[in-house]
């Protein structure tokens, strides 16, 4: 069986999904918030929660989408070309 | 006056679902908290406002027997419908097979569609409120995980759509914008399988 070819980068990968989701908000802080807008009378169409939210909110926001590429790529070592490439 | 109602999809103990369940019987509601298996979240159980009831999202017959349950219990009346179940696994997008992404289309779309269409009439009856569990996923480009930022995507775009939709009957849609929590679906790591990047991670939000 063929091997992955991102095989090279799997301790990049753990690493990078480490850091991503390492200081995850819990879940019960996560649903108070949650609810307590939810049960609202008039309550927000959208809600925004979690560890990362306010940043990804600001990206779409300003409309800098391109951001994602050069972080993503970089965070996952994406950014290079991979090793069966280079001589 | 009896008490306003939620179902809640996903409420497997850890999830999000299981702290959405407590913090709903703390406002005094009373909520049906479902999840396939219920042994998953028996603890709930010992919450006098929580009702628990075996829920597979991806069955119809498993989603009437729900609907027909909860009618009984509440008059035909739901105040909050909330798709809160999900699932994803990661992989390398040309490395992700298509039966995983049809699992996970099958729970983060399929599903929510199914019981949205069965459940709709007893949140128009109650002018309730239907909420997802959405993901910043579905905005943005996470290697790793393509298929499942993709489902987020479609789901996205649908409860917007229902949102125009559900305004005749004076149905509220709200979307979770998600990001990190720490849950059972966010515990596991990427594992380089043979042959594969992929690691089958487990279910329900």
Known sequence: MKDSNYRYLEG??????EELEGDAMSPNVYAKQVVAKVVKTNPPEEIWCGTGATTTWMIETLGIRWVYNIFFSRMFGLNEMSPSFKK | M???TVLITGCTKGSIGYSLAKEFAAQDYQVFATTRNVTSMADLSTIPNITLLPLDITSRDSVLSAHSTI??????????LYHNAGYRSLGMAIESPVDEAYKMFNTNLFGILLVNSVFADMVIKAKGKIVFTGSVSGYTPHPSQAVYNSSKAAVELYAKTLRIEMRPFGVRVLFVLTAAVNTGMSSERVKLAEGRFLNFQWVEG
């Open chain 2, 71 to 80: 009618t009984q219990q509440t008059g035909g009346k739901l105040d909050i």
């Open chain 1, 12 to 17: 990049k990968i753990n690493k990078a999904w």
């Open chain 2, 2 to 4: 009896s008490k306003r």
